[in-house]
């Protein structure tokens, strides 16, 4: 059977398949998936190896998206104006790894405040050798799905709400202005889910942030008919329905607000959800099928995830990690990407799936 790719299709007939190739990257998190603390010496193995992941066709994953500047088990303390940054700074320095800043926001406001605190702290510590490598901020990570949806755990906090993600937005220029000059042209974002995107009450984040970072996991659509056959399609469903919301907001110098893939994937292990099953080989296809043609356009791509650090989920036996912490340089499957044949059985090459003359893909 025969179909169009929905992702390369809906791609390449936008601006979003030009020129300039995006950074490409994928997210770290501040612990392993037992819950115990990485250090610099872990950031440093992950970061080496991300650039020479075997069979990854010499893609360029260069860039790291955290999700918090403070290094793991360090606690807010109201008599200090310091607060240790994450050891990924520094491996990421000694990597020449470029950094998307994650400062997290679900846990209140002191620990906000801690954050900008370890942001200060990094800057002081390595000077223009970090902030040169510093793509982007994010201010929090789905806050805004999490308060609507009221989820909850030790894992992820409680959310925050529209008007305390752009406060926090506020605070951090207000930061970069006085005390973190060589910053202050670098775009501060927020990453959410397009569900969360989309409402009303959420318009005012969209207009404080640079760019809007969109995540996005057809796997967890178990309301949808969420087989691996429709994740394609749920993908750039979601995708264009953040785009959507982006072009609607205010430009930035001029240009589109820009959307950023912050977070995408599909478990090799782990519970079905609705229609989708975790399998090493409905992993490699979402791979191929979504995230291949990700990778040839000029977006911001940072995959979830090179090794798995969410301890709620590896104890329910659900796995994303393309590798595993005993050997991060072998991945799961194959990351290779194959040509995309037509219906002729004839190779397709890049500029062929980008004029959109080349995008049938055969599924079985």
């Known amino acids: 059977m025969y179909l169009m790719t929905a992702v390369a299709v809906s791609l390449a007939t936008t601006a979003l398949a030009g020129n300039q190739p995006g950074l490409l990257g994928f997210n770290y998190g501040a612990t392993n998936e037992d819950g115990s603390c990485r250090g610099y010496d872990d950031f440093l193995r992950y970061f080496q190896n991300a ?9 360029n994953f260069t860039s790291a998206r955290l999700y918090t ?26 990597t020449n790894t470029n950094i998307l800043v994650g400062l997290w926001a679900s846990a209140g406001s002191q620990m906000y405040t801690n954050e900008l ?19 982007g901020i994010s201010v929090g990570s789905e806050d805004l799905y999490r308060h609507a949806s009221g989820l909850t755990g030790k894992y992820v906090g409680v959310g925050a709400d ?35 995107w989309i409402l009303p009450e959420n318009a005012a ?13 057809p796997y967890w659509e178990s309301d949808k008919n969420n087989t691996i056959e429709n994740a394609p399609d749920l993908f750039i469903s979601a995708l264009d329905q953040t785009r959507q919301i982006a072009a609607q907001s205010s430009s930035v110098c001029g240009k589109d607000k820009e959307v950023w893939v912050t977070e995408t994937g599909w478990p090799h292990a782990g519970e079905s959800q609705g229609s989708a099953v975790a399998s090493v080989e409905n992993a490699r296809f ?39 912490n005993s050997d991060v340089s072998r991945p799961v499957f194959n990351l290779s990407c194959s ?21 049938i893909r055969k599924l079985s």
């Not at 942030?209 to 969109?214: I, P, Q, R, V």
């Not at 990700?294 to 659900?318: E, K």
Request: proline share 4%; net charge negative; charged share 15%.
């Open 117 to 135: 605190r370890s942001l200060t702290a990094a800057y002081m510590q390595y000077g223009e050798a970090f902030t040169d490598l510093v793509i």
């Open 339 to 359: 040509s995309l044949p037509d219906s002729s059985g004839g190779k397709c090459d890049i500029q062929q799936i980008l004029s959109v003359s080349c995008v």
């Open 286 to 324: 979402y791979w191929t099928s979504v995230g291949c043609d990700l990778f040839q356009t000029s977006l911001n791509v940072f995959w979830y995830i090179l090794l798995d650090s969410n301890a709620d989920q590896v104890r329910n036996g659900i796995e994303f990690g393309l590798t595993r």
């Open 69 to 94: 500047s403070i290094q793991c088990n360090n606690t807010y303390d109201p008599t200090s104006s310091w607060a240790e940054p994450t050891s990924a700074y520094k491996a990421a320095i000694d």
């Open 205 to 217: 984040v969209v207009e404080a942030a640079d760019w809007l970072g969109h995540n996005s996991f």
């Open 162 to 196: 529209a008007k305390v993600i752009v406060g926090y937005i506020a605070d951090l220029r207000s930061l970069i202005k006085q005390s973190i000059p060589p910053l202050a042209n670098k775009p501060i974002g927020h990453v959410d889910t397009y569900t969360a």
């Open 51 to 59: 650039k020479t992941l075997a069979d990854a066709d010499g893609k």
